[in-house]
């Protein structure tokens, strides 16, 4: 595919089977990643890949922060924390390792992080690869973040879910520029 192609009709896949990606294709989305415009080049990025009874353990650190947080949870909740790994065969989680930098101040550098995980997705559709990113609460949990051995100066970007597409592409919208581009000053 071509890269403008790629970028002008990237779309998530919200559900995803198995197969996850293979080495090869891992391997070309990776590298994909560390492409990202990084000011300073201090690639203030790292991932963490988890795949079979990874997905599982990190279903119970998920139950164990919601846990911690609101203890009366029903079956059903507790069951659906324990599942949310469990959406696709196999993810990444994109960190974002903040470093002390003159120039480079903390907000860049996770917009930095940011940029890697879009490349990634992009990589991943390129190769007909189904991919979404996800945060919600559990991003910014200590107890999550403790448990996946981020570092203080570490913070989570998202979840990144692969797979292949249980569902044919479909379109991406149709975006006019104009309604997001402006001539300054007018």
Known sequence: MLALDALKNRISHGKLQAPGPTTEQRS???AAALR???HGCLRPWRYLYIEGEGREALGRLYLEAAQAKNPDLD??????FLRMP???????????NVQAHPKVPREEQLMAAAASVQ?????AFALGVGAYWRSGE????ELVKKGLGLSDNEEIVGFVYMGTPQLPNRS????QASDFFKKWPL
Do not use: H, S, W
Request: hydrophobic share 50%; aromatic share 6%; net charge negative.
């Open 28 to 30: 070309e989305i990776e």
């Open 86 to 96: 469990l959406r696709a065969p196999c993810m990444y989680v994109a960190i974002a």
């Open 75 to 80: 079956e059903g909740q507790k069951d659906r």
């Open 172 to 175: 991406a919208p149709e975006l």
């Open 138 to 141: 559990l991003a910014f949990d």
């Open 36 to 38: 990202a415009a990084d």
């Open 119 to 123: 490349n990634m997705i992009t990589a």
